[in-house]
């Protein structure tokens, strides 16, 4: 900041001394401040008085015979003075340039000097004298700016000049808080300085024409230097000339009004004026809530935040405005590109209301381009020297990451000394953090213990390449481009296709599959094979934000992964019930965290050497209280004074008392990664303030992150388990009624995710509600499975499905059968005696009650609603999510009830509630070691069958033999059709598009279309054409009554034919007549016989053989005998008794890309698919018209040639996903672990 560019072409001028009547003191103010009185005495009390004073007031509301008006105090403040004073009312004005313009239009033109000055910056007695000093004997200075110091901390430096990089960065070279001893007063040469207080030539002020308008109150200094830089003048920092700024503006005071009326309070006392009409009310409302509630009787300390979008704006008009003609559009794109980049950074920091700022400015200052060209206009005009010679006093990239380094050192030494824990405190925290951490290595290592003895076959199957399969669980062998497809395209390829929403979990698994590597079958095992380590991890910390005992937190993690509704789901392969159990803890510590009501450990010293104090008589004068995290000495129990007891604090409202004490936030924030030590908890009106005023500072205001963090997680349970979407949001309606009213908004976020991801669901759902749409909201993900659900009072004790005895048969009948409800009794008597603990944590128990009150309610109406129609049964809902719920609203209650147990049971001598706790303390750790052992034993006997066995398992080979692959991959895209019979002798039939039946080719949405009708009394609604032309050519296969089997087969895509391999004599015996019907049907030609099955191909069949069939069967489709099996084909109507003829056309994965040639005028395009408004077809990017066929996707192609496309996308697919996006990327930026800026002057 000290080299001085060349000044060449500066207007010739005499170098004389500056006289006091050359110098005209202009004085903005917007009306009477709580600033203007000092600024008026500092004024008065110059050493150096200027020669006439203008006073502009630029509040259109000013009343000038008003006592407390701008007039009325100058006249008080600056009447005895020697220089001549003027007030000039200029309403009009809008900038601080316009203002002085203002003032100085009736001043005349040989005014030599302009002094600057703002209501807000109270110059020292001898701050003109050093600025006249400092520019009298040269005659290229156009600007002498000042040491601006603080307005409350007269101490503190703000600014001794500025620069700004290259790219436009501002850097000051100062550190915040940083004192003034001297170390900048070698500063002279500056790129800009500040207005306030500056002393500016006048014939350059009316040169460069002042200030430019478009930048309001910020960056109007800096704008006027450059310009007189490059109008060859210099820009001087005096250094000696002191003046202390407030920074009204800045700080966002202007609106307001406020100010620190303590000082202005005191300046106009020393002044002999009355300020009481200009003292800020200290009731009124400053905006927006501070980081740290302020006392209602403090003044405003302002925030940067309320002005940071006018500061952006002009920050962004004043370098678009500088930069060279050529770059501006690049630089406009540029800035438009950052605000959207800063915009997320922003949000991920938490600070939306900046977030939209940084969009808005770029904006701003583009739609604008009438005030950038005049003010390019301007300093071009105004312009003697080129851009470069700024450079040298510009700063460089070094600089500015030094200032960056510098201020993140100084904020970050800041935080950890302000949070330094004392030696006794950091050896307590040490004890506390080492136990804790050793439970928590304890509990990881059981979970890896328990996954590796139960599912060790699973993991070893995984790791050597198969994949996972079995029950509900269906094989995924879809790549990340196909997963996606099927999670957004609205199109389900199960069988012959049907549109519909996919199921959310598919969208669950996709950033899943894409930390796997883009294998959707790693994300599945991952997360089927590591449900248990989530969910009792999960369960860890989110007893932790009930209890800090490391006891009941491992109790509580291994109840929770021993609950029959997840191990049951683990059985059967139902990973959306095993996902939604994981995820349920998460969701409760982070809605805990958001609302501000987790318990967490808090430091309280001084307790060291403290003395019982006597007590007091009723009718004594209480002395003063201790803060909200202190206990006064005389109030430590004598039991307590030697050693410092481990307890815990929490938000009042889980009891709804007044005597629990509000944490610090800070302290909370801390607690995440330590515990602390605290004193007991004090009683009311013992040591322990319960004014609202003493409290509010240090309530814990919660965290907007862990509620998108919340948002998160709930999206996962819902995608799991959708039954728990409705029952999860009236759980949350129960949260923000206990809550107070301010936390309540970012509850909002919690449900926010789940709802954008179930948008299309719910539409679904409410199509048709009388037919029963509304069924998808209670279907589970997956393929349907038929389940028997477990009695009502057994659903009420946790089990989904009535448990399996078999392992427990060697113990007597009563004990066997009475073990597996162990769990669910010991934790539901825990939470009734927790409705015994009082008003500690009376709300926070009600409300796990009605939370499992809501699960409850969930498994019921799962068990009995039908959401599917199976081959023989209806099948219904999976009440094992209800059952989470209900267990995680019990064990919530129970926690809270046994915190602190210990510390209870020490009031009393040994008796009868010991015994009881022993007692109870038994049945707590046999609570989950009995259903995990037996759980254990049953998979680790390799049980494969029978009741209780598990049906998952790894398939390693493929379904679909090598040459039913090669053809569902080949451009024909062409089906495969299995065949079988069940233990009855029943068909059973399925079209496979891959290599069996995926994950990604199911959706619940399409199963719940196939029911309609009451609950219990359900119909059978899947008979559509297309499901009827497929059952009758199975039928006619089965029965070997088939002549046409070739073209029938051909019109469904269908090119192989498979029947499975059968296990058991009957079975077996039941598979081979099947085999030796298909082998005598014409059309079908074998293959092979493998592991996968017996195969056969499909095969035309000859035109005269064709109509011999014809004439044996007349219901017997005719067989064109020209095209294979295509999932796409080009048809010609037949003419004069001719056949139709059809020609297969190339096909992608449910979507044509080709080169079709010329044709009859009278072709048509058949897609193998059911038709449906989605499907879109182009000849050359023409639009093709769909045409009314039967079941099937028809287009009128016409007879030209060219280029064929074929897509599927319905019309509200990508407003679908714009929104799931935007709240998606929203709630992931809130959720990250980012700090939140905290306001603070320059």
């Known amino acids: ?132 000093r400092a520019v009298e004997h040269s005659s290229s200075v156009a600007v002498a700016g000042v040491k601006q110091r603080s307005w409350t901390d007269g101490a503190r430096l703000l600014e001794v000049g500025v620069t700004t990089s290259r790219l436009g960065r501002r850097v000051t070279g100062i550190e915040d808080g940083e004192v003034d001893q001297g170390q900048h007063d070698g500063r002279v040469d500056v790129l800009a300085v500040g207005l306030a207080g500056a002393l500016v030539r006048r014939e350059v002020w009316d040169e460069i024409r002042g200030t430019d308008p478009a930048l309001g109150p910020f960056g109007d200094g800096l704008d006027l230097c450059r310009r007189a830089r490059l109008a060859g003048y210099r820009v001087v920092v005096v250094p000696s000339a002191v003046v202390r700024h407030a920074q009204a503006s800045y700080l966002g005071l202007r609106r307001q009004g406020a100010g620190p009326a303590g000082s202005v309070a005191a300046a106009g006392a020393a002044e002999g004026t009355d300020l009481a009409a200009t003292d800020p009310d200290p009731e009124a409302d400053t905006g927006p809530e501070p980081a740290a509630a302020v006392p209602s009787s403090a003044a405003d300390p302002g925030d940067p935040r309320r002005s940071f979008g006018a500061r952006r704006r002009a920050q962004v008009h004043a370098r678009l405005a500088a930069v060279p003609l050529p770059l501006l559009p690049f630089l406009g794109a540029g800035y438009l590109l950052a605000g959207v980049l800063r915009c997320l950074v922003r949000i991920a920091s938490k600070e939306l209301g900046l977030a939209l700022a940084e969009l808005a400015a770029p904006v701003a200052a583009l739609a604008h381009p009438g005030r950038m060209a005049r003010a390019r206009a301007v300093a071009r005009r105004a312009s003697r020297l080129p851009r470069r010679s700024l450079r040298p006093l510009q700063a460089t990239w070094r600089d500015v990451l030094r200032e960056q380094r510098d201020g993140h050192f100084q904020r970050s030494e800041s935080r950890r000394a302000g949070g330094a824990p004392s030696e006794l405190e950091r050896a307590e925290l040490a004890a506390v953090t080492s136990r804790r951490r050793l439970t928590l290595g304890v509990l990881v290592i059981i979970l890896a213990a328990l996954t590796a003895l139960a599912l060790d076959t699973l993991i070893s199957g995984v790791l050597g390449g198969g994949a996972l399969a079995g029950g509900a669980l269906l094989p995924a062998s879809a790549d990340l481009g196909e997963l996606w497809r099927a999670a957004t395209s609205g199109w389900v390829a199960d069988g012959l296709g049907a549109p519909g929403p996919a199921d959310p979990l598919l969208t669950m698994l996709v950033p899943v599959a894409l930390l796997a590597g883009g294998a959707t079958s790693a994300a599945v095992a991952a997360l089927y094979l590591g449900a248990l380590a989530l969910a009792g991890v999960g369960a860890w910390f989110a007893a932790g934000a009930g209890t800090r005992s490391v006891g009941v937190r491992l109790w509580a993690a291994l109840v929770w992964v021993a609950a029959p509704a997840l191990t049951t789901a683990l059985d059967g392969g139902r990973l959306g ?184 669901t719910i539409v679904e759902a409410l199509s048709d509600v009388g037919g029963g749409s509304w069924r998808v909201l209670l279907a589970d993900p997956g393929p349907p499975v038929a389940s028997t659900p477990a009695a009502p009072w057994q659903q009420l004790l946790g089990w989904p499905v009535a448990p399996v005895d078999g392992d427990l048969a060697w113990l007597p009948a009563p004990v066997a059968t009475a073990l597996p409800f162990v769990l669910g009794a010991v934790v539901g008597l825990f939470a009734l005696l927790a409705l015994l603990r009082g008003a500690a944590v009376a709300r926070g128990v009600r409300l796990g009650w009605f939370v499992a009150a809501c699960g409850l309610g969930a498994a019921f109406v799962s068990a009995q609603v039908e959401t599917a129609a199976g081959p023989a049964v209806f099948v219904r809902g999976w009440s094992g999510a ?295 077809a182009q000849l050359d990017g023409r639009p093709l018209r769909s045409v009314d066929s039967d079941w099937r996707q028809t287009f009128a192609l016409g007879a030209d040639g060219g280029q064929l496309t074929v897509t599927y996308g319905r019309a509200d697919r990508m407003p679908w996903l714009w929104l799931q996006g935007a709240v998606g990327l929203l709630t992931l930026l809130l959720a990250l672990p980012v700090r939140r800026r905290r306001g603070g002057t320059r």
């Not at 500056?18 to 000092?38: D, E, R």
């Not at 209280?625 to 050693?643: F, I, W």
């Not at 080169?1155 to 395009?1165: H, M, P």
């Open 577 to 760: 019930a095993v996902v939604a159990h994981a995820a349920l803890p998460w969701v409760v510590l982070a809605v805990a965290r958001a609302v501000g009501v987790q318990r967490y450990d808090v430091v309280v010293s001084g307790l060291v050497g403290a003395q019982r104090r006597a007590a007091r008589a009723p009718d004594a004068a209480a002395e003063p209280s201790a803060g909200p995290h202190q206990v006064a000495a005389g109030d430590v129990p004598a039991q307590d004074v030697a050693t410092v007891a481990i307890e815990s604090e929490t938000a009042a409202w889980l009891g709804g008392g007044e005597r629990e004490v509000w944490p610090d936030s800070e302290a909370a924030a801390r607690a995440t990664d330590r515990a602390a030590v605290v004193a007991p908890e004090p009683e009311p009106g013992v040591g322990n303030s319960t004014d609202p005023a003493d409290q509010r500072a240090d309530r814990p205001l919660g965290s907007i992150g862990a509620a998108a963090a919340a948002g998160l997680a709930f999206a996962v349970v819902a995608a799991g388990a959708p039954v728990l979407l409705p029952t999860g949001l009236l759980a949350l309606l129960a949260v923000a009624a206990c809550v107070p009213r301010r936390r309540r908004g970012r509850l909002v976020l919690v449900a926010l995710p789940a709802l954008a991801l179930f948008g299309p």
């Open 882 to 1176: 209800g059952g989470s719920l209900l267990l995680l609203g019990l064990l919530t209650a129970a926690v809270l009830g046994t915190d602190r147990l210990a510390a209870r049971m020490a009031r009393y001598s040994f008796g009868w509630r010991q015994i009881v706790v022993v007692v109870l303390t038994g049945c707590a750790v046999l609570a989950p070691a009995i259903p995990l052992t037996e759980w254990v034993v049953r998979a680790r006997t390799d049980a494969t069958s029978g009741a209780g066995a598990s049906e998952v398992s790894v398939t390693d080979g493929s379904v679909v033999s090598a040459v039913g692959e090669q053809s569902q991959l080949s451009a024909d895209r062409s089906r495969v059709l299995a065949l079988g019979l069940d233990g009855d002798g029943v068909l059973t039939y399925q079209l496979l598009t891959s290599d069996g039946g995926q994950l990604t080719d199911v959706a619940a949405a399409v199963e719940a279309r196939g029911v309609t009708g009451a609950p219990g009394s359900p119909v059978d609604a899947r008979g559509d054409e297309a499901a009827g032309e497929l059952a009758r050519i199975a039928a006619r296969l089965g029965n070997a009554a088939s002549t046409g089997a070739a073209a029938e087969l051909s019109e469904l895509a269908v090119a192989t034919v498979l029947v499975p391999p059968a296990t058991g004599a009957q079975a077996t015996a039941l598979r081979a007549g099947l085999v030796g019907r298909l082998d005598s049907t014409a059309g079908l030609e074998r293959i092979t016989e493998n592991g996968s099955g017996v195969i056969w191909r499909v095969v035309p069949v000859a035109a005269d053989a064709a109509t011999e069939a014809d004439a044996a069967d007349p219901d017997a489709a005719a067989d064109p005998g020209v095209a294979g099996a295509s999932w796409a084909k080009i048809t010609t109507p037949g003419t004069d008794g001719q056949r139709a003829s059809s020609t297969p056309v190339a096909a992608e994965r449910l979507a044509v890309d080709t080169e079709i040639a010329a044709g009859g005028a009278d072709r048509l395009l058949v897609l193998a698919e059911r038709a449906d408004a989605g499907w879109h």
């Open 1 to 132: 900041m000290t080299d001085t560019p060349q000044t060449s072409s500066v207007p010739a001028a005499q170098a004389t001394p500056i006289a006091a009547s050359s110098i005209v003191a202009v004085l903005v103010t917007h009306g009477v401040t709580s600033y203007l009185p000092q600024t008026l005495a500092a004024l008065a009390a110059q050493t150096l008085a200027p020669a006439r004073v203008v006073v502009v007031d630029v509040d259109a509301d000013a009343a000038p015979t008003d006592d407390s008006s701008v007039a009325q105090l100058v006249a008080r403040l600056l009447g005895p003075s020697s220089a001549d004073v003027r007030v000039h009312a200029a309403a009009g004005a809008r900038t601080f340039g316009a203002a002085v313009g203002a003032g100085l239009a009736g001043e005349p033109a040989a005014t030599g000097w302009v002094w600057l000055l703002h209501d807000d910056s109270a110059p020292d007695p001898t701050a003109l004298a050093e600025l006249a």
